[in-house]
């Protein structure tokens, strides 16, 4: 039977979306779900250390954000013009969205900084997508550091109404602080064009304190797309092509996890990057789970046997979305969207710089 994308959707009224997140971080507001009575409380992330279990395992994404907007001008003394990078495919090879799409041909060429840092539409890609080439001087990512925007999302941008406009289109610029509120403090890898965001709300103490009661940590990395943020389009839910994307799991976090299974501890993934990763490895090495590095386009959506998703830490996600849909696989339909209307009703705020919910058993 097929899946109803409708059956997926909520209201929201824009001021619930949040524009800036909570200051300090672990001050976000945290729902308790409880799967099997059903029980929803609610609490303050501040709280999680009292919420888990000794030797509970917590999984977290150390991916790193890299600033993927790049805002030029066509050569020579053209329009502005950005280039949104999406995926590393050599060095200095990227496929690229680009806006204004329609003014930007293979062969043009980008300036960010005359004769430093520039690139050239070299050719295309589909979906609206281009192959870049950059040119620059030194390492590519100092440049990108230097040159590049942090890459919020666009409901982000849109809520906060802070854009340019470039003829028809819109290019959003970077308020001070963005580069650092949209990482998480144990980000390592670069990578991502997006934050794994159910992570944004750790700080170094509450990680101390979470260790100070049993709480173990271990990593795993899943550089995420800009394909997180694409809507579902096809009229069956189940024919949906999901993004493509990296991810790593390493000798030292298979150990600890095996160790939780032997054990019986539950692991906790923090966030649907950090789900998707693990359940995209134990597909495919199968137990006990084995290092390795690889990429997935694993589309988790009702039904789904999860393997080594025991509790899930996650934010509040859009409506009709594949993340809605991988939370829903996990506590059901009926429940999450019984919490959305409680949270909507408890003025939590959405999204990625929103509240969090710890979905338990």
Not at 112 to 122: G, L, M
Not at 125 to 148: H, I, M, Q, S
């Amino acid at each position: 039977m097929s899946l109803s994308l409708n059956d997926y959707d909520y209201e929201l009224p824009d001021n619930y979306i949040a524009r800036y997140p909570a200051e300090p971080r672990d001050s976000s507001r945290l729902m308790l779900i409880n799967r099997s009575s059903h029980k929803i409380e609610h609490y303050s992330f501040r709280d999680l250390p009292s919420l888990l279990r000794a030797g509970d395992l917590l999984v977290l994404n150390d991916t790193k954000v890299i600033p993927a907007r790049l805002i030029g001008r066509k050569k020579p003394g053209g329009h502005k013009s950005e280039i949104f990078l999406i995926e590393e495919k050599g060095e200095g090879l990227w496929i690229a969205l680009v806006r204004p799409g329609k003014k930007i041909k293979q062969g043009d060429e980008i300036v960010f900084d005359a004769k430093k840092f520039e690139c050239k539409i070299i050719d295309y890609a589909g979906r609206g997508e281009r192959v870049v080439k950059f040119f620059y001087e030194g390492d590519f990512l100092e440049n990108l550091n230097k040159y590049g925007i942090t890459p919020l999302p666009p409901y982000i941008l849109n809520a906060r109404k802070n854009i340019l406009k470039v003829t028809a289109n819109k290019i959003p610029v970077e308020e001070p602080g963005d580069r650092e509120h949209y990482q998480t403090v144990y980000a390592q890898s670069s990578g991502s064009v997006a934050a794994p965001t159910a992570g944004l709300h750790f700080t170094p103490n509450l990680i101390e304190d979470l260790k100070k009661v049993g709480i173990r940590f271990c990593y795993v990395t899943l550089h995420i797309s800009a394909g997180t943020f694409l809507p579902i389009k096809t009229d069956k839910i189940e024919d949906h092509i999901m993004h493509t994307e990296f991810y790593n799991i390493n000798e030292e976090t298979c150990l600890e996890i095996q160790n939780a299974r032997n054990e019986k501890r539950r692991i906790i993934p923090v966030g649907t990057t950090s789900v998707r990763t693990l359940e995209s490895a134990i597909l495919k090495t199968g137990f006990p789970l084995k290092p390795h590095k690889d990429k997935t386009s694993i589309f988790i959506f009702p039904p789904f046997d999860f393997k080594l998703t025991d509790v899930m830490v996650t934010n509040f996600h859009l409506p009709k979305s594949t993340l809605l849909l991988l939370v829903s696989a996990f506590a059901g339909r009926e429940l999450i969207l019984k919490a959305y209307k409680i949270a909507i009703e408890n003025n939590y705020r959405f999204y990625s710089y929103g509240d969090v919910m710890l979905i338990s058993d």
